[in-house]
């Protein structure tokens, strides 16, 4: 068993929220291996979450030129004589970048080729057993840390001069890649109205989320509804993040986002559920439900529309249980 490997590799190229999670990785392989280079491989266009980090190198994989890009990779990978590879990405270009590293030590989740890893996990849905956990299930052999570490976002450098701190506000993230795991805009538009008017209310998001934002805000009908989508970086959307009164999201990445601020949080699960591990972290959090619908979970990811045609998950949702300010 490695004591003080010198150079670490941690592989996690999938979705933005996946990869603010592996932060929790980099956090715990870093307080155990002060000294040892750590370099995290996440997918293009991802990197600027780790802009300016204290400790983490970033390398990318260009799915775009998905084979391309993997052979470079498993070539720069090799070059880099890795001691040790953390394999957080359970799919076959992942694997044979891992395998193919000549690192000491692999550890990986349990998938195709991971016979070939010193240390393999199952990946496992069951209750109370968050995505961190997992992951520390990986590393903890080598680092021997009985607790888990938290992600961890550094935004000090990336707080938004153009934006209003002074005032008390909320955020709101109404979007999801997956359109079950959206909560219906009118939801979000009742949500909005038990808000106070002393507070301000803003609408968060990428780029293409502006039009739904946009739609939300004018059905509102409020004046101190305000939508921001696509107009801040994500780190500077976590530091927005971090000093709201309270930020309501989707199963979805900012919820990873406000875990990784531990800024105050409420998410709405629609048609995927706490249990398969992605619940938020904060100390103030909450997950509003459905509970007891038969058809629900309906997928791992959710679906571009609901299987049943109904979509209870989301309409049913009680807006008059969640904490407002």
């Given amino acids: 068993m490695l004591i003080d490997p010198k150079k670490i590799l941690i592989i996690q190229t999938a979705f933005i929220g996946d990869t603010i999670l592996a932060s929790s990785v980099a956090e715990e392989l870093h307080f155990s291996f002060p000294k040892a280079k750590i370099v995290l491989l996440v997918k293009k266009g991802n990197e600027s979450i780790f802009e300016n980090h204290p400790f983490l190198e970033i390398w990318t994989h260009d799915k775009s030129h998905k ?48 016979n070939f890893f010193h240390h393999s996990v199952k990946h496992q849905f069951k209750k109370g057993l968050h995505e961190i956990h997992r992951y520390h299930q990986l590393v903890e052999p080598i680092t021997h840390q009985k607790n888990v570490f938290y992600p961890k976002l550094y935004f000090e450098n990336h707080i938004p001069n153009d934006f209003d701190f ?4 909320v955020c709101l993230f109404p979007a999801s890649i997956w359109a079950t795991k959206q909560m219906p805009p009118l939801k979000w538009v009742e949500l909005i109205q038990r808000f106070s008017k002393d507070v301000n209310i803003y ?15 004018n059905k509102s009908n409020r004046d101190n509804c ?27 990445s900012p919820l ?21 591990g992605f619940y938020p972290l904060s100390e103030d959090s909450e997950a509003i439900e459905v509970k007891n619908l038969d058809c629900r979970p309906c997928g791992i990811h959710g679906h571009k529309e609901c299987p049943k045609k109904h979509f209870k998950c989301g309409l049913e949702l009680d807006i008059s249980k969640v904490k407002v300010v």
Avoid: W
Avoid at 204 to 211: T, V
């Fill in 203 to 217: 609408l968060c998001g990428a780029k293409n989320d502006f039009q739904l934002c946009e739609f939300i805000k």
């Fill in 226 to 252: 305000f939508n921001i989508a696509g107009k801040y970086s994500i780190l500077q959307i976590a530091s927005i993040v971090k000093h709201a009164q309270r930020t309501y999201v989707n199963d979805s």
């Fill in 166 to 169: 002074n005032k008390k506000y």
């Fill in 256 to 276: 990873h986002i406000a875990s990784s601020v531990n800024a105050p949080v409420t998410a709405f699960f629609c048609s995927t559920v706490t249990d398969f």
């Fill in 67 to 114: 084979y391309k890009s993997l052979f470079t990779l498993i070539k720069k990978i090799r070059q880099e004589k890795f001691d040790v590879v953390i394999n957080l990405h359970r799919y076959l270009s992942s694997n044979l970048m891992s395998v193919f590293s000549g690192a000491k030590y692999i550890a990986g989740f349990q998938s195709f080729l991971s």
